[in-house]
């Protein structure tokens, strides 16, 4: 029978590890929640093991479920019983819930009781020590504020549709609060970590990356089915591969963004896991 105890320093360890199976910035995420108070609950559970916390931000929940193993449908239903009254929490307007896809029986009782499945991304890895780069004479430039609405408007276009296919609000993310996207570039580009693609004159495509992480590639949909999405690619991991040294390089992709996928997968990426969100608007 699982075991549910709260947990202590000793167990950070492994909490790392059980957040790592949902995804490789879930453990990040979980103390950056810890230290500026937003978490209302967490706990450890052992048989099968695995960790789970509730974290408040204005108006929503967000549950994040991490295990080794599937947990019985006994075992979910226990952990429901720990952390059922957020559901009831008539001041709240929104619960999303996050989790391991190998935890099926998670994702059937959550999606058959309480919220719905909402959509899969895949953890995607390319591991070498070296890059075979080839040659090319894209045209990347540092970030340039005086392009800020260039930027802006070609980031919301290129993910527009992805966003409305899987209702993820807001639609237009970068639009819908210009000045913090201001900030955000202007702080991405003091690392080197926002570049333009361009044609000339014409912004073709937008790249941020932090750490060995590709967070985006963009690309104007004008321009896209040309080639440029693999030159990227390229450039990308010569970057971060042979200049800066990593030896793995990361990425997330939505399942139903397939042609990205393929992409990646045709340029060696491999798919180390998956996570799964539901939600309850």
Request: aromatic residues 12%; negative net charge.
């Amino acid at each position: 029978m699982m075991i549910i105890r709260e947990y202590n320093e000793m167990d950070l360890v492994k909490i790392k590890g059980y957040l790592d199976l949902v995804f490789r910035s879930t453990y990040d995420s979980y103390i950056k929640e810890d230290k500026d108070g937003s978490i209302v609950d967490s706990f450890i559970c052992e048989n099968p093991n695995g960790f789970v916390y509730v974290s408040k931000n204005d108006t929503r929940y967000s549950i994040k479920l991490a295990f080794e193993i599937n947990p019985s449908q006994d075992d979910v239903q226990r952990i429901h019983k720990r952390i059922e009254k957020y559901f009831y929490d008539e001041q709240v307007q929104k619960i999303y819930i996050t989790t391991n896809s190998s935890s099926v029986n998670i994702v059937n009782y959550y999606d058959l009781n309480h919220v719905k499945l909402w959509y899969t991304a895949y953890d995607l890895e390319y591991s070498s020590e070296t890059y075979d780069y080839l040659e090319d004479d894209l045209n990347v430039k540092p970030y340039d504020e005086e392009y800020l609405l260039e930027f802006v408007n070609l980031l919301d276009d290129s993910f527009r549709p992805l966003r409305l296919e899987n209702n993820i609000v807001p639609i237009d993310c970068y639009g819908s609060n210009l000045e913090e996207s201001k900030n955000e570039f202007l702080e991405l580009n003091e690392e080197g970590k926002i570049k333009g693609i361009w044609d000339k004159d014409i912004l073709i495509g937008v790249t941020i990356t932090e750490g060995n992480e590709i967070d985006t590639i963009a690309i104007d949909k004008t321009h896209q089915n040309k080639g440029y999405g693999r030159r990227v690619v390229n450039y990308l991991m010569n970057r971060l591969i042979n200049e800066e040294k990593h030896k793995t390089v990361h990425l997330g992709v939505i399942a139903s963004n397939k042609i990205a996928f393929d992409l990646y997968i045709k340029c060696g990426f491999k798919q180390v896991g998956s996570i799964t969100y539901l939600k309850k608007v």
